[in-house]
């Protein structure tokens, strides 16, 4: 189980990088960092609401980004933890 994660930590980085760089910043902050929306807001200097928002089309970016097999995962890993990750405000 732990090596399944790390392997899908290790598919989002490599997703990650592909990204614009305000993507990159943001969702790097809330996915490695475990950081809250309002901890990076606060980091960036940014509005709480275009924290949300960029980690909201950053996500959508990433799920175009993916290999077909693994967006077909249901719940797996990382990948399931992208559908719906809750966090403090």
């Known amino acids: 189980m732990l090596y399944e994660q790390l392997e899908s930590m290790q598919e989002l980085e490599r997703l990650i990088?592909?990204?614009?760089?305000?993507?990159?910043v943001v969702l790097t902050c809330y996915y490695f960092e475990h950081l809250a929306y309002q901890e990076i807001a606060e980091?960036?200097?940014?509005?709480?609401?275009?924290?949300?928002?960029?980690?909201?089309?950053?996500?959508k970016m990433l799920r175009?980004?993916?290999?077909?097999?693994?967006?077909?995962?249901?719940?797996?890993g990382i990948w399931g933890q992208m559908k719906h990750k809750k966090r403090r405000a």
């Open 17 to 24: 990088v592909q990204l614009p760089t305000h993507y990159r």
């Open 43 to 59: 980091l960036l200097d940014q509005p709480l609401g275009t924290v949300k928002s960029t980690i909201s089309r950053g996500v």
């Open 64 to 76: 175009r980004l993916m290999p077909t097999d693994t967006s077909e995962r249901s719940g797996d």
